[in-house]
């Protein structure tokens, strides 16, 4: 009787199954979290996404925490302003990370094309992803397939929402209701039922505002862009008056620098800063200013007409001479080290 041959033919392993097989026992495993606008709710819903995946990805033993990667107030529709989605890409392919658990597809990308693309890029890598919502495992057979399900359909929900946003801004327009950041808008506030309110004491700025330019002062307005510290000597010297403005309720925490900046260069100030403040203490012992509280539009509004008024006259010029001298007598590096030197040995 012949023998019969038996030849063995080895099961081939796809390079996605060496790599998972070939692993270290505890999966190097990251979170990522993302919500696409900055409203209270969402926010929460944020915290809330990076809170469960940290502990969850924590209490795992057989899993090694990789980090927690998140965009906040950032649209999925494309990935290209999502810095915390580039940055756990980036550490995936640098090898530091073996699985991604993400709450939903639609939180990863609602774009198809982008949520694929990735997808594919970390399967190659043996890379896995996880969504928790739709319970897919991306190294998975059938994962790639649902996941062109999901993301499809994602993003014609986002694409859907647009439109309805849209809509939604257009028949307010119709109807007469104007959406207007009033928190940004100098002069308007809003009333009870939503319209606009003129706010009658920012209106005396803007008046002002519109009278200067009407009596043709809008030459004499001069934007400076920000300045490097070397350069602060030129542009402290460009200026008949300098603001220096605190908000209102952080008396003692803070003292604007630029002042001692504007005393130095012989420069009177214009103060928004509330009583009992350092630096409007400073201002009214050295006499190099006029001061008004913060949100006293009609006071602010009278001090710059003020200075207008008397631009180039003595009272102004004695002011910025009068902070120089103060700074000099008071102020300086020397001065400065002695008094704290005696109050040391008062300790």
Known sequence: MTERKVTTIPASISRSAELYSTRIAKRR??????VSTDHDEQLTSYQAQVDYYT????????????GMYTDEGISATNTHRREGFKAMLADAKAGKIDLIITKSVSRFARNTVDSLTAVRELKSIGVEIYFEKENIWTLDSKGELLITIMSSLAQEESRSISENVTWGHRKRFADGKA??????????????????????????????????FLEGMTPHVVFIPYQEKEDLIYSFNAGDVHWCVNAK?????SCPSKAYGIMAAGKP?????????EVRGLIEDSECGKCCEPGDYVEVADLIRWYIENAGTGDVKKMGQNGRKFLEENLTKDISVDKYINEIKKL
Request: no cysteine.
């Open 29 to 34: 495993v990251a979170g990522y979290a993302r």
């Open 55 to 66: 502990r969850y990805i924590k209490s795992r033993d057989d899993w090694e925490f990789a």
């Open 179 to 212: 959406m207007i950041p009033f928190s940004n808008v100098l002069g308007f506030e809003r009333g009870e039922d939503g319209q606009i309110l003129v706010n009658q004491e920012q209106a005396v700025i803007v008046k002002m505002i519109f009278r200067m």
């Open 249 to 253: 309720g952080i008396k003692g925490v």
């Open 269 to 277: 100030i214009l103060g928004v800063l509330e009583s009992g403040t």
